[in-house]
């Protein structure tokens, strides 16, 4: 069974950095895309940044030139680090991925249970 598991949320003050984790675990082939994901109170879960197999990034406009997504594929990891926080990044972020399971299945999705993230004074 195919697991993603988020770290490395907490509480940061406006103007400070916090870099995220999302590891994945269980019967894995392949990791094709890997993604974040944030979901403000009362919001919906909207699209952080994306990083393909190659390295490829992109990233919202709210984020671009803040944040930075990288991936280790042979710990199964993706990153988010995550620079000049402000008040509005406050969300659960949610760790996702395209996961092949087997060689003889097609790419799947999968979800993390999502890390807090709180940017106050």
């Known amino acids: 069974q195919v697991r993603l598991v988020e770290s490395g949320g907490g509480l940061v003050q406006p103007g400070g950095s916090l870099r995220l984790s999302c590891a994945a675990s269980?019967?894995?082939?392949?990791?094709?895309?890997m993604r974040w994901y944030r979901q403000a109170l009362g919001e919906e879960r909207d699209l952080v940044a994306v990083?393909?197999?190659?390295?490829?990034?992109n990233y919202a406009d709210s984020v671009t030139g803040r944040f930075t997504i990288s991936r280790d594929n042979a710990k199964k990891t993706v990153y988010l680090q995550m620079n000049s926080l402000i008040p509005e990044d406050t969300a659960v972020y949610y760790c996702?991925?395209?996961?092949?399971?087997?060689?003889?299945?097609?790419?799947?999705?999968?979800w993390g249970q999502g890390t807090q993230v709180t940017v106050s004074s």
């Open positions: 996702n991925a395209d996961i092949r399971p087997s060689r003889f299945i097609t790419s799947l999705p999968y």
């Open positions: 990083i393909g197999s190659g390295g490829t990034a």
């Open positions: 269980g019967s894995i082939f392949s990791i094709d895309a």
